[in-house]
């Protein structure tokens, strides 16, 4: 099995949403295998600021990690992206081929990447839209990310299919994942200027 990933949110001090990780970890090798609670336990969690925990493993252990500053970035344009062969139903190191679809965004901050014309995610996160009333995600992600699948439990937002076709009938537009949450007012209006073709 190739090396997978866990990025986790320290803020404060905090670890965030710790249960969902081990989720997934629990999805990907199976059960019993890692605790990140014990795993943590061990190391040094800064206790200002906000940090990204990276969490390198295998299907048998933890290999490394690293604990680093993060800082939110603004994306304000994205560019929309064909490919019917990506996958990436893990969260595996080995990012080449969504890379490889990054480097054709040309003048954008992020791509939008769709897979047999419908919606699925960005670079490093899932998509939420919003039609007028309710936040919607494509139900067709590459990966299912913990702090979608927390939303979806907490009833935040609700999986729909969404097209390419459909893109424009939104409104607006904001990413999600385990390092930045969901935040409404964080978005961008959903145009031909911004979402690019």
Known sequence: MCQLIET???????IYHLNYHQLRVNRSIGENIINLTEFINYITIPNKGCFKLRIMY???????????PYFEK????FRLIRDDNIKYDLKYSNRINIDKLWNLRQDCDDIIIVKNGNITDSRFANLVLFDGQKWLTPDT???????????????????????????FHYSK??????????????????????IKR
């Open 8 to 14: 986790i949110l320290i803020n404060k001090g905090e």
């Open 58 to 68: 295998n299907e048998k252990e933890i290999e490394n990690y690293t604990i680093t």
């Open 74 to 77: 603004s994306l304000t344009t």
């Open 141 to 167: 992600p590459l990966l299912n990310g913990t702090c979608r699948q927390r939303l979806i439990d907490e009833k935040i937002i609700t999986p729909k299919r969404i097209t390419i076709e459909d893109l």
């Open 173 to 194: 537009l904001t990413t999600i994942n385990a390092m930045i949450g969901f935040n409404p007012n964080r978005f961008i209006y959903i145009s031909e200027k911004t």
